[in-house]
């Protein structure tokens, strides 16, 4: 249980240390208040059935679908360069 609590200390400090995860946090947020917009448009332009926040969380899945893997792919480079992939 010790050495799990190390590798996710050390996977967290390299992950906030990292451009790429600020980057992708920019990202994300930047299409996500672009759906936010587009959903102010949709509700204000007509009456909808649904609440506006259902209507939000239902795109909610697009960011998540291209910052999980650019997360993923910079965590698997920097493990295959520190010859630490073994470990996990």
Same mark, same amino acid.
Request: hydrophobic content about 50%.
């Given at each position: 249980?010790?050495?799990?609590?190390?590798?996710?200390?050390?996977?967290?400090?390299?992950?906030?240390?990292?451009?790429?995860?600020? &980057?992708?946090? %920019?990202?994300? /947020? !930047?299409?996500?208040? =672009?759906?936010?917009?587009?959903? @102010?448009?949709?509700?204000?332009?007509?009456?909808?059935?649904?609440?506006?926040?259902?209507?939000?969380?239902?795109?909610?899945?697009?960011?998540? &679908?291209?910052? %999980?893997?650019? /997360? !993923?792919?910079?965590? =698997?480079?920097?493990?295959?360069? @520190?010859?630490?992939?073994?470990?996990?």
């Amino acid at each position: 249980m010790k050495a799990l609590y190390h590798l996710t200390k050390n996977e967290l400090r390299r992950l906030l240390h990292s451009p790429s995860t600020y &980057l992708a946090l %920019v990202i994300a /947020l !930047t299409i996500m208040g =672009f759906f936010y917009f587009l959903t @102010l448009l949709a509700i204000s332009s007509e009456p909808q059935d649904q609440p506006p926040p259902t209507l939000f969380i239902s795109l909610f899945w697009i960011p998540v &679908l291209l910052v %999980v893997p650019m /997360l !993923t792919m910079r965590s =698997f480079t920097e493990e295959k360069r @520190l010859g630490t992939l073994e470990t996990l």
